[in-house]
């Protein structure tokens, strides 16, 4: 069985997988991706004194802007989550989430710390997916108004930036020693990282990242594993639930396609 052969059975198991899963996918697919924002959301409610302590000692701000701060995210994170899986007022939630990942970049010093900041702009590229979905489904309203083509290509450039900063989240799992299997990782890794930006084989290519991404979820962020008093389990809960919002994003992309700006578009046209 020749290579070709082999990565057309993939195709169809992936085909296969999306149309008995295309009536519920995407509502998973959401679920995951905000997951991150409802356990941040539901951590402030019962760390709120830890919290805003926190940045009151960072910025000298005060008891009541902590307050404030705490107060937004949680309110933002979890009233956007409500709406985004209620599907009411997409658009606004999402812009809410970005504020929110924007607010904590700051507050917290990521924009420092490189491997957290790629994992913060890897939740924004599924967001971007998230808003994607929502002019895909405003324009299926006016289906029957002829359009020209160009007012499409929003949402094709919203996937394609969804696409390019979710795998980023992959780049922070990368292991720079020189084991053959961490070699072997690397390799197979950076290239379905780049057929997922580049949107080739792409519905394929996500759901191998999906899988991989549960293994190494439930593998090495089973936080459940480790006594809630150490600081490790907030560590892995965090990285758990940030993973999780990822595979979110990556079932998105099973489930819209890659949309117009990829090779797998443009392979239409030749």
Not at 40 to 64: K, L, N, P
Not at 105 to 122: G, H
Request: aromatic fraction near 12%; charged fraction near 15%; hydrophobic fraction near 50%.
């Amino acid at each position: 069985m020749g290579h070709g052969d082999l990565m057309s059975q993939a195709e169809d198991v992936a085909d296969q997988f999306l149309r008995v899963t295309k009536h519920y996918l995407p509502h998973v697919a959401r679920l995951c991706l905000v997951s991150t924002f409802l356990e941040d959301g539901v951590r402030m409610w019962f760390q709120w004194a830890e919290q805003s302590e926190y940045i009151d000692s960072t910025w000298g701000c005060g008891h009541f802007l902590a307050y404030v701060f705490v107060l937004l995210n949680l309110l933002g994170q979890l009233g956007g989550c409500v709406l985004i899986l209620s599907r009411n007022f997409v658009q606004n939630a999402c812009f809410t989430l970005f504020g929110i990942i924007t607010l904590q970049t700051v507050a917290y010093s990521i924009l420092w710390d490189l491997k957290f900041l790629m994992r913060n702009l890897s939740l924004g590229g599924g967001l971007l997916l998230l808003l994607a979905e929502c002019r895909g489904e405003a324009r299926s309203v006016f289906a029957g108004v002829p359009s020209l083509g160009h007012q499409s290509s929003p949402k094709h450039l919203l996937q394609l930036g969804g696409r390019v900063l979710l795998v980023l989240m992959f780049m922070t799992l990368l292991h720079f020693d020189l084991s053959l299997f961490s070699i072997l990782q690397n390799l197979v890794g950076t290239a379905l990282m780049v057929l997922v930006a580049v949107g080739f084989k792409t519905k394929l290519a996500a759901l191998t990242l999906v899988v991989w991404l549960l293994c190494i979820n439930f593998t090495f962020n089973c936080f459940w594993t480790v006594p809630s008093y150490k600081p490790m389990h907030d560590f892995l809960k965090y990285d758990f639930f940030q993973t999780t919002s990822v595979i979110g994003g990556l079932l998105l992309v099973v489930a819209l396609g890659p949309g117009g700006v990829s090779m797998d578009e443009k392979k239409k046209e030749w």
